[in-house]
Structures are given as structure tokens and as C-alpha cells.
């Protein structure tokens, strides 16, 4: 891409919070949120307004990228889809010896766990289990998750995509750099991983990096 064509691409890309259809490394989705999160004085404004759905979207998809990176020993990118199929793609480099690298593509969807669902049995059965195998879920959890065995149960039968729970690590803990992974991928058991988006994603005083590159992807 010569110089005038991707001065087009930065002039033609579209924003939703996060730039929309491009690749973005982890760091530059985490400073995105960093800064709409220090400038909401009302932090409980993030978990029910309609307006940072996006955001929160990228929040829990970046605690997945971050454990898939250690459990796969390989970097993980987000992007943000402009249109409304799903709601984030994470990808990971299939071969980085070439000019143009191939990415591997996993598309997923973000649920979100309220205090305005019933029971998780409740909200596996009417959000989850119709779209287990449409792409892989990532479930945010706003509160706390007693039982995840029967969606375990679940992905497992029906040898569904990958389902991933984002969590506290415990109900007194309320740093909203901290997370719990659960990954459920059919005959394979429960994975679980604390991440600590802070010293994972190190913050650096340098501007928020986008590849503009049209991405060569192919799905996973």
C-alpha cells in the first residue's frame, strides 16, 4: 500500500467506539476503553447503557484474546465488525513468513449475563443454546455464575463451537482489570485462566495503533 492509499484508508475508516473493520492489537482496544472508562464519572453507567454496548463488547473480548495468547502461545488481534452478523472477530497470524500474512478468523458474539436474567439456565436456554453453532459465544457475566456445567454438557453433545464465560474472579473483587476466563470447547475439559488486563497489556504514552492493510483472513 503506497503512502496516498492508506492516507484513503485512515480517511474512509469508519468508528463505532473502536475503528470498524480493521485489525487492532490488543493494547490499542484496551486504551480505547481505558480512556471512555476514566472519563464516565459514573462507572456504573458501563454495565445497562445501551450507548458502551460496543465497548463492553471490546472489554470482554479482550480478556478472551488475552487467554487464548497464553493457552495457544501465539498473539491475538481484535476487530470490529461493521456490519451486524456478529459483534467481534478474533484473529491470529496462520503464517507470518509471508509478504502478506493470512489470518485465521474466529467469529463470535458477546452475551451478556444481567441482573435482569432470571436464572443462567434461563438465559443458556433462550440466548445461548440457539446460537451455539452459528459462532463461537462469548459470555460477560455481570454477576456471579454458581453452576457452569450444563452449558458444558451442552457444548460437549452438540459439539458446538468454542463458548467462552468472562467473570470476576470473586464477588469482593472489583477491579475491572481483572477477569476470569472459562473456555468449554467439545472433549476437552473446562480451561480456566485469571487475567489481569493491566500487566498483560502494558500501556505505553504512544498512539493507539490500527492496521490498515485489507486483511486476508479465512475462518478457523
Known sequence: MNQEEFAKQIATTQTDIFPLDRMLPLVSVYKIFRE?????????????NSKYKRLREGYFGLFVAVALNQWENREHFLSFPGTPENDINILSAKDLSTPRPVFNKMICDVKEFTNHEKTFSDFIDHKISPKLNTYSIIIGSHRDIIDFEPLYDMVNNKKTLPTYIVSAPNPLDSDFNIGMVTMLLAGIT???????????????????????????????
Open 36 to 48: 471512555r472508562y476514566e472519563k464516565e464519572p459514573q462507572k456504573s453507567t458501563f454495565l445497562d
Open 190 to 220: 473446562p480451561k480456566q485462566l485469571r487475567v489481569d488486563l493491566k500487566e498483560s497489556l502494558r500501556i505505553d504514552g504512544g498512539p493507539i495503533k490500527v492496521f490498515q492493510d485489507k486483511l486476508r483472513d479465512k475462518l478457523v
